[in-house]
């Protein structure tokens, strides 16, 4: 088997300084095993260097030649999609802003875990409390609450219990 040219540009040297300035451990990693090979170190202990076959520096030697310092970089997994849809989204997210109502909901604020019980009435989709609050933060809501208001309360009570600073400070 023919090994696989290495891209003319770099020089050893500056594919160890890439290595050294690089913050992603696995291109450092595959950077040395490519100094490596630049010095005229043979493929199979120059593998053994970056910690991996003769086979995946193959791969790697192709990654950089077609795409430079970035392409030893692994590409990010895009993740699990998400269990609800846009529109449901858009309908949680209309359902906070607009508040539980005690007499339908049972609350008089959300929390996560009541939200959890809602969707999944609603829709039909089973999601845990940190898929709510990843879901809440991506809508634009933060943690922060308003202290809950008794659904009886009396307009005007909670500015008659407020101590004045003004007029307490006079009194010393």
Same mark, same amino acid.
């Given at each position: 088997?023919?090994? !696989? +040219?290495?891209?003319?540009?770099?020089?050893?040297?500056?594919?160890?300084? =890439?290595?050294?300035?690089?913050?992603? =451990?696995?291109?450092?990693?595959?950077?040395?095993?490519?100094?490596? !090979?630049?010095?005229?170190?043979?493929?199979?202990?120059? =593998?053994?260097?970056?910690?991996?076959?003769?086979?995946?520096?193959?791969?790697?030697?192709?990654?950089?030649?077609?795409?430079?310092?970035?392409?030893?970089?692994?590409?990010? $997994?895009?993740?699990? +999609?998400?269990?609800?849809?846009?529109?449901?989204?858009?309908?949680?997210?209309?359902?906070?802003?607009?508040?539980?109502?005690?007499?339908?909901?049972?609350?008089?604020?959300?929390?996560?875990?009541?939200?959890?019980?809602? !969707?999944?009435?609603?829709?039909?989709?089973? !999601?845990?409390?940190?898929?709510?609050?990843?879901?809440?933060?991506?809508?634009?809501? $933060?943690?922060?609450?308003?202290? +809950?208001?008794? +659904?009886?309360?009396? $307009?005007?009570?909670?500015?008659?219990?407020?101590?004045? $600073?003004?007029?307490?400070?006079?009194?010393?």
């Amino acid at each position: 088997m023919v090994a !696989v +040219p290495l891209k003319e540009g770099m020089s050893a040297k500056e594919l160890r300084q =890439a290595a050294a300035a690089s913050s992603d =451990a696995n291109q450092a990693r595959r950077l040395l095993a490519l100094a490596a !090979v630049r010095d005229g170190m043979s493929r199979q202990i120059a =593998a053994r260097i970056g910690g991996m076959d003769r086979q995946t520096l193959r791969d790697w030697v192709h990654a950089f030649n077609k795409c430079g310092l970035e392409g030893l970089i692994n590409e990010t $997994s895009p993740g699990r +999609p998400c269990k609800l849809s846009a529109k449901q989204k858009a309908a949680l997210k209309a359902l906070i802003e607009t508040g539980p109502d005690l007499a339908r909901d049972g609350v008089v604020r959300w929390r996560c875990s009541d939200l959890v019980r809602v !969707v999944e009435r609603r829709f039909g989709v089973s !999601v845990s409390e940190d898929t709510i609050a990843r879901t809440l933060r991506a809508l634009g809501f $933060s943690h922060i609450t308003a202290r +809950p208001k008794h +659904p009886e309360q009396k $307009s005007g009570a909670i500015e008659r219990f407020k101590k004045n $600073s003004r007029a307490s400070s006079k009194g010393l």
